[in-house]
């Protein structure tokens, strides 16, 4: 089946860079998402990338794709405190179909 | 700008009790999603549906039925609720764009069957 896997906990410092990684075991993947899910709410799209790209920038996040082997990953630089979330990595492939990982619980450190 | 709206967003129903949890959305989004939330377990989807009209079953469907009542509402409904399906619903809508089909979602229903 498709798999997405990422690590369950991640703790910061704050100002630190934050970098969560994920994997998957499908690669006819269309688009990659990073969802962000705060405490108490639902999610909400953060940022993602083609998978016919390497890298995308935007402001304080970068994702980067290697599709050799199958990795995704988000950096978030200068993390703050209300970086403090569960973040989630999420495949697409066709039009209706989207695969989440369990999703990383990011902790700030003060 | 309300979204996707679903209610309620607590519910404690007793084993066997059935109750109907409620979406809608106001994007005009053709396809509307219901996923569960489990720790450890990420988003896995129960139902979905494609158009007015049309329903399809997801990962875990069992135990669940749906109806798409028009465009705009998307309803989930536990007809014999069981301990097993304590956990955190959400309701999502998606349309085709720049971004791939970005779906939107609720701030989610949390249920407890005790």
């Known amino acids: 089946g498709e798999d997405v896997e990422q690590s369950l906990f991640l703790s910061v410092r704050e100002g630190d860079s934050s970098v969560i990684n994920c994997t998957y075991t499908?690669?006819?993947?269309?688009?990659l998402y990073w969802y962000k899910q705060e405490p108490g709410a639902g999610l909400q799209l953060l940022t993602y990338?083609?998978?016919?790209?390497d890298m995308k920038q935007d402001q304080r996040l970068t994702v980067l794709l290697n599709k050799k082997d199958k990795h995704l990953s988000l950096r978030i630089a200068d993390t703050q405190t209300g970086d403090s979330a569960i973040y989630f990595c999420v495949r697409a492939f066709g039009n209706e179909k989207l695969t989440f990982g369990t999703g990383t619980r990011l902790t700030i450190i003060p | 700008n309300a979204g996707v709206t679903q209610t309620p967003k607590f519910q404690v129903l007793k084993t066997g009790q059935s109750m109907t949890l409620q979406c809608a959305q106001d994007?005009?989004?053709?396809?509307m999603y219901w996923y569960r939330q489990d720790p450890g377990m990420g988003l896995r989807l129960i139902y979905y549906?494609?158009?007015?009209?049309?329903?399809d079953k997801g990962e875990v469907p069992n135990g669940y039925n749906v109806s798409r009542l028009n465009k705009r509402e998307f309803s989930l409904r536990l007809e014999s609720a069981a301990p097993s399906q304590t956990s955190v619903y959400f309701c999502a809508s998606s349309a085709p764009g720049r971004s791939g089909n970005t779906i939107y979602f609720g701030e989610g229903s949390w249920l407890t069957v005790v």
């Open positions: 549906s494609a158009s007015e009209g049309t329903t």
């Open positions: 499908d690669s006819s993947s269309t688009y």
């Open positions: 994007m005009n989004h053709n396809s």
């Open positions: 990338i083609f998978s016919n790209m």
